[in-house]
């Protein structure tokens, strides 16, 4: 999928160009194309050596936190709500540690850690399986829970902002968890009604009540706030959660007698090595989508929404933004590419900058994900799958686009 998105991005902007050129008159369009080439590139390695010290400080202290055992305590206080809402799965199977283990690490941004650690719950998971080629109520769900999970500390989104000149790069900190929270409740209820699993069980309902009176909380507390205020409140609270959250690494290591220093600097290793390996992807997608914006592609696709949101009377400012929303669900490198390329084109704090940091935050790479992790176990039928996710998607973006204009609007 990502082959093809990637060839299509060059061929359709060869079309466009050749129409600008041909029709429209447009002698400049091809100098336009190769001098975004050249800027793109330059902008690839300006953010890969960017992200260098902090993935490598973010890695550092998430292999504290790891070694001092705080994941697998996220995991154990995790568990009691996978077993009743997957009926299927037997108490203390493997699957349960293996689910929430992932999960756990989804919610505190552990990406290289997320990935096998889901690979070996679908395992897990399809040794339940009676049908081998067919996706189980329990791999469903913990599929749609996996690609809208909420994710705690989005640093990356941060940093990226940081590097396109953002004034508070953590401004956008509660408004993407109020949209990963939205697009982790849809799925969930999109999986419960298909399966009928009975959300209103005693310890699910703790779990539920428990998750939407903190983010009721949040809400009315930043409802009082003024337009102003929103941003700088959820920039601070972010910055005091983020930082103490750090401290309570160090602390809980400390306590264990972990040795803090080396096992910082074993996962600052890994996250230079990530940052180093990111380079070639991100100069694939960024140049891509450099091109197909040159060549004016972006922005026929762009006046089409925007030309439908003034029929229907809506303001357009969140048009710009949607190519990222558009992308995220069919690849990560590409989403990533795009909302960077909308800070560049518009603005890291302009409205349009604003919502893509907030869709790159609070969606997923649904069919990757669905792709990678299926196709591990050899699942052919995906069943209700893609449709619970997009559902999933389509209200973590609806989400977005509503605590945007709330925040800064």
């Known amino acids: ?8 991005f060059f061929f359709i902007a060869f079309i466009s160009s050749l129409y600008q050129w041909g029709v429209m008159g447009d ?3 091809f100098e336009r194309i190769i001098q975004s080439l050249f800027e793109m590139s330059s902008v690839t390695v300006d953010i890969a050596v960017g992200l260098i010290g902090v993935l490598a400080f973010w890695l550092g202290m998430m292999k504290i936190a790891e070694n001092a055992g705080l994941i697998n305590k996220l995991a154990l206080a995790i568990s009691p709500l996978f ?7 037997p108490k203390g199977h493997p ?5 929430t283990m992932n999960l756990s690490a989804n919610f505190l941004g552990i990406d290289n850690a997320a990935t096998p650690l889901g690979l070996k719950a679908m395992q897990d998971l399809q040794t339940l399986n009676s049908t081998k080629d067919t996706a189980t109520n329990a791999q469903i769900l913990f599929l749609v829970l996996n690609t809208s999970s909420v994710t705690l500390f989005p640093v990356a989104v941060f940093v990226y902002r940081a590097q396109q000149g953002a004034v508070n790069p953590t401004d956008v900190f509660i408004p993407i968890m109020l949209a990963t929270f939205a697009s982790t409740f849809a799925g969930l209820l999109a999986v419960a009604s298909v ?6 069980h005693p310890i699910v309902l703790l779990y539920l009540s428990a998750a939407i009176a903190l983010i009721g909380g949040i809400t009315v507390y930043f409802a009082t706030l003024t337009s102003q205020a929103l941003a700088q409140q959820s920039s601070l609270f972010g910055n005091i959660l983020i930082f103490s959250t750090l401290i309570i690494f160090i602390a809980a290591a400390v306590r264990k ?3 803090v220093y080396d096992s910082f600097i074993e996962g600052a290793k890994q996250g230079f090595e990530t940052s180093i390996k990111l380079i070639p992807y991100l100069l694939a997608m960024l140049c891509a989508i450099g091109v197909f914006r040159a060549s004016g592609a972006l922005d026929v696709v762009v006046d089409i929404f925007r030309q439908s949101a ?3 009377g809506m303001d357009t400012r969140f048009i710009d933004a949607l190519p990222t929303a558009m992308m995220k669900p069919l690849s990560g490198s590409g989403s990533r590419a795009m909302m960077i390329e909308t800070m560049n084109a518009h603005g890291a704090d302009s409205f349009a900058g604003r919502l893509a940091s907030i869709f790159q935050g609070s969606t997923e790479t649904t069919f990757y994900v669905l792709a990678v992790y299926f196709g591990s176990v050899g699942i052919k039928y995906s069943r209700h799958a ?3 996710g997009l559902i999933a998607d389509a209200a973590g973006i609806l989400a977005a686009i509503g605590v945007c204009y709330w925040f800064f609007g």
């Open 386 to 388: 893609v449709s619970c």
């Open 195 to 200: 399966q009928k699993i009975k959300l209103h």
């Open 27 to 29: 002698a400049l369009v």
């Open 257 to 259: 007698k972990i040795d």
């Open 310 to 312: 003034v029929f229907f």
């Open 1 to 8: 999928m990502l082959n093809r998105l990637w060839i299509s």
């Open 83 to 89: 077993s009743k809402l997957m009926p299927d799965v």
């Open 95 to 99: 699957a349960i540690g293996s689910m």
